[in-house]
């Protein structure tokens, strides 16, 4: 646990005081740190001040963490690789600080902790919206729900395998308990008893594993993802009719056109540009986006208006899709489909030859699609190398041209500039993998990207001047205790962050930079990611660090995201576009509503990350055996974790599978060093692997050294470019350990 005086910090006291019991002496602190001659006196001065400001206690020549830390009641939200997210349970609506519960650190349990976990926890404040807690004790299992996939019969019982990563145990079902469930079917349970021999009760049969779409279903269900909409929902849906020209402008004959993904259902942007024929705005551009008119359909307080909110946004997986609105509105009305009238609401942008935004001016329309294009369309229009009618070229050249211009109001800006690739599953109607492929992003994705952007900063930018509530984006800048982590992590190799400076997205840039065409390029991308705040909705404006904007909402996605919804009532509202009230919030109910959806989008993401995982490892599955190329992706004091070159598929090392020597962590490099070799495995490092396990019920797979050696990046070799070895094949197609 080596900290020299410069990184060592208060959080780095609590959290290690907080994982003993009783006083400790400052001599046992500077042991446990490696704090060793004038480091000392940084040492007594930080642990002196922590004592003035009551952070800690001092007792003769001991020191304790004060009893009045709260005692609290904490329930899971999420697992992440080397923390929990938690909340203060029961009052999630009226706190939105949040909670992490370190697993290497602040977990002192025999077994994981899963989602809708309740503990007993002491918690530890670290900033006014971030508090560390340590696990006491778990509440009572009782009545504690999981879903599993059972095997057996109704007849004589059978064991139910948890689908969460973090169960570990398989639950015994007698058969009086089965629920008539069969073979392979997809359970829900309850826990009866976790000691000794665990049992449960089998409270609903879901479906089952032998089913298409049974993948996701687990996610769907192990989130609590609602599926089927009110009986009034989907009639007030099918109802619903295009609204007539009357208090609308007429934006028909503008070619608005749509750009979306070839699998695309649902379109609820559209875009248009041309040059400013302005005298005074040399070089610059005027564009329109327009959005669906969602707010016209989903008024509040109505069961349509329920649904959507329970549901928070749509959760896109490979195999189906589970949309926040009925498809009578997500994929018809409210689908901006090709020359068919569409309600929207939509915003003229003006723009000046540096890509700044002039003047924008919100309008209630109707308009009509003039085409439906895909990104790859467009971007082969661009690059000439495809066949178009002249009015669509003129379209697509307008667009990269406005779009050439607002590039250079990016490089200005300056946002924080990360690539990770993203894994796209590729299934049959049966939902059997046939490929996985990496999204390639081209410069026509980019284009609707910086266009959405500036109708969100117009959005953000209206409501604010205006003074009225809006749903903003907001992204906190990184932590001190982060940055520094990222800082020591570095530290030694050709790599760096400057200290003294206040960061901004560009010094993280610099650093991507300096890794470009590395074998370490990916880990640093992954390292910078890491560091970063998780963005949130809150009705405060604290700017968007990311993308590094002072003011920033979501507005153009209002089928997809209730967040959008909101803004586009309140952007109503303040033009008086409609004669309903469609905003009647206090603030009170906005900041509920705030941290309802942004932990619904939490969960989205866990379940699509869930689904994706759970289709790559059946996809490896009838591969276990083999040898597979990989990079170090995290280390903790018990496991490596590594993703596959090609697939992107993340896989688990335990420590014990390294039997050359015995390894252990050391947190300032984040490596694990060989007691008797002196061998390190560090982030970065490229190694062979051998596939152990593969489990596509949880998504989890484990894998073993190929062979007892690795390259070892030595904390980022400068010179050292990206190796080229093929994958061979194990001699065994499974081996045991």
């Known amino acids: 646990m080596k900290k020299n005086k410069t990184s060592l910090t208060r959080t780095d006291l609590i959290q290690y005081m907080s994982s003993i019991e009783g006083q400790i002496s400052r001599r046992e602190l500077a042991r446990a740190f490696d704090i060793k001659g004038e480091e000392r006196v940084f040492l007594k001065s930080l642990l002196k001040e922590m004592v003035e400001e009551g952070a800690i206690l001092k007792s003769g020549k001991s020191y304790a963490l004060p009893e009045t830390h709260e005692i609290a009641t904490l329930k899971i939200l999420e697992e992440q690789k080397d923390c929990y997210i938690a909340a203060f349970h029961e009052q999630e609506s009226e706190n939105s600080s949040e909670i992490v519960i370190l697993k290497?650190?602040?977990?002192?349990?025999?077994?994981?902790?899963?989602?809708?976990?309740?503990?007993?926890?002491?918690?530890?404040?670290?900033?006014?919206?971030?508090?560390?807690?340590?696990?006491?004790?778990?509440?009572?299992?009782?009545?504690?729900?999981?879903?599993?996939?059972?095997?057996?019969?109704?007849?004589?019982?059978?064991?139910?395998?948890?689908?969460?990563?973090?169960?570990?145990?398989?639950?015994?079902?007698?058969?009086?308990?089965?629920?008539?469930?069969?073979?392979?079917?997809?359970?829900?349970?309850?826990?009866?008893?976790?000691?000794?021999?665990?049992?449960?009760?089998?409270?609903?049969?879901?479906?089952?594993?032998?089913?298409?779409?049974?993948?996701?279903?687990?996610?769907?269900?192990?989130?609590?993802?609602?599926?089927?909409?009110?009986?009034?929902?989907?009639?007030?849906?099918?109802?619903?009719?295009?609204?007539?020209?009357?208090?609308?402008?007429?934006?028909?004959?503008?070619?608005?056109?749509?750009?979306?993904?070839?699998?695309?259902?649902?379109?609820?942007?559209?875009?248009?540009?041309?040059?400013?024929?302005?005298?005074?705005?040399?070089?610059?551009?005027?564009?329109?986006?327009?959005?669906?008119?969602?707010?016209?359909?989903?008024?509040?307080?109505?069961?349509?208006?329920?649904?959507?909110?329970?549901?928070?946004?749509?959760?896109?997986?490979?195999?189906?899709?589970?949309?926040?609105?009925?498809?009578?509105?997500?994929?018809?009305?409210?689908?901006?489909?090709?020359?068919?009238?569409?309600?929207?609401?939509?915003?003229?942008?003006?723009?000046?030859?540096?890509?700044?935004?002039?003047?924008?001016?919100?309008?209630?329309?109707?308009?009509?699609?003039?085409?439906?294009?895909?990104?790859?369309?467009?971007?082969?229009?661009?690059?000439?190398?495809?066949?178009?009618?002249?009015?669509?070229?003129?379209?697509?050249?307008?667009?990269?041209?406005?779009?050439?211009?607002?590039?250079?109001?990016?490089?200005?800006?300056?946002?924080?500039?990360?690539?990770?690739?993203?894994?796209?599953?590729?299934?049959?109607?049966?939902?059997?993998?046939?490929?996985?492929?990496?999204?390639?992003?081209?410069?026509?994705?980019?284009?609707?990207?910086?266009?959405?952007?500036?109708?969100?900063?117009?959005?953000?930018?209206?409501?604010?001047?205006?003074?009225?509530?809006?749903?903003?984006?907001?992204?906190?800048?990184?932590?001190?205790?982060?940055?520094?982590?990222?800082?020591?992590?570095?530290?030694?190799?050709?790599?760096?962050?400057?200290?003294?400076?206040?960061?901004?997205?560009?010094?993280?840039?610099?650093?991507?930079?300096?890794?470009?065409?590395?074998?370490?390029?990916?880990?640093?991308?992954t390292l910078v990611l890491r560091t970063q705040a998780q963005a949130i909705y809150d009705l405060q404006n604290i700017g968007h660090f990311g993308l590094n904007l002072r003011t920033y909402c979501h507005f153009t996605s209002p089928i997809r995201r209730y967040a959008d919804l909101l803004v586009h009532r309140a952007l109503v509202d303040v033009h008086r576009f409609s004669t309903s009230k469609l905003f009647n919030y206090s603030e009170k109910q906005f900041k509920n509503i705030a941290e309802h959806i942004s932990l619904t989008e939490r969960q989205a993401a866990a379940a699509e990350r869930d689904t994706v995982d759970r289709y790559i490892s059946s996809y490896l599955y009838n591969r276990i055996g083999e040898v597979f190329k990989a990079q170090i992706s995290g280390v903790t004091q018990f496991a490596l974790f590594v993703s596959f070159e090609g697939t992107g598929a993340d896989a688990i090392l335990p420590l014990r599978l390294l039997q050359d020597d015995y390894y252990t962590f050391d947190e300032g490099s984040r490596s694990v060093i060989g007691r008797s070799t002196r061998k390190s495995y560090t982030i970065g490092d490229t190694v062979e692997v051998i596939l152990e396990q593969s489990n596509p019920f949880t998504g989890q797979m484990m894998v073993s050294i190929a062979r007892q050696s690795n390259t070892p990046s030595k904390h980022f070799q400068s010179a050292q470019k990206k190796p080229g070895l093929k994958a061979g094949r194990s001699q065994q197609k499974k081996r045991r350990r």
């Open 104 to 525: 290497d650190k602040f977990l002192r349990l025999k077994k994981d902790l899963s989602q809708d976990d309740l503990v007993i926890a002491r918690i530890f404040r670290d900033s006014p919206k971030k508090y560390y807690a340590q696990v006491i004790r778990t509440v009572s299992s009782m009545n504690r729900i999981i879903v599993g996939v059972f095997f057996g019969d109704s007849v004589r019982g059978g064991d139910v395998e948890p689908t969460h990563k973090g169960e570990r145990q398989v639950f015994k079902v007698p058969a009086s308990k089965t629920h008539n469930a069969q073979d392979g079917d997809i359970v829900r349970i309850e826990v009866l008893s976790e000691a000794h021999t665990p049992m449960a009760s089998i409270i609903e049969v879901i479906g089952s594993i032998k089913k298409s779409k049974a993948l996701s279903l687990i996610s769907i269900h192990t989130y609590n993802i609602p599926v089927e909409f009110q009986e009034k929902s989907i009639q007030i849906a099918n109802k619903a009719k295009i609204p007539s020209l009357s208090g609308r402008t007429d934006l028909r004959n503008i070619p608005l056109v749509t750009i979306d993904d070839e699998d695309a259902r649902d379109f609820d942007d559209a875009v248009w540009a041309e040059p400013d024929s302005d005298p005074s705005n040399p070089n610059g551009w005027r564009i329109l986006v327009a959005i669906a008119d969602v707010s016209h359909y989903v008024l509040p307080g109505t069961p349509l208006d329920q649904d959507a909110y329970q549901r928070g946004n749509s959760v896109y997986f490979p195999d189906q899709v589970v949309p926040m609105l009925p498809e009578a509105l997500s994929n018809e009305l409210c689908s901006l489909k090709p020359n068919e009238d569409r309600g929207c609401l939509a915003v003229h942008l003006k723009i000046d030859g540096r890509g700044s935004l002039k003047h924008y001016e919100f309008v209630h329309g109707l308009m009509k699609s003039y085409a439906r294009l895909t990104y790859n369309q467009v971007q082969a229009i661009h690059n000439g190398t495809t066949d178009a009618s002249p009015e669509i070229i003129k379209i697509v050249t307008n667009l990269f041209g406005a779009y050439k211009t607002l590039e250079k109001e990016r490089e200005h800006r300056e946002p924080l500039d990360l690539n990770l690739p993203e894994r796209k599953v590729l299934i049959d109607e049966k939902s059997i993998v046939q490929s996985i492929v990496e999204r390639v992003r081209l410069e026509s994705h980019k284009l609707i990207e910086e266009f959405m952007i500036l109708a969100n900063v117009a959005a953000a930018k209206c409501l604010e001047q205006k003074k009225h509530l809006c749903m903003y984006r907001v992204h906190e800048h990184p932590t001190e205790e982060k940055i520094e982590s990222l800082r020591e992590f570095l530290k030694g190799g050709p790599l760096s962050l400057a200290k003294g400076q206040v960061f901004q997205p560009k010094h993280f840039n610099q650093l991507i930079d300096r890794a470009k065409e590395t074998s370490y390029e990916r880990s640093i991308h």
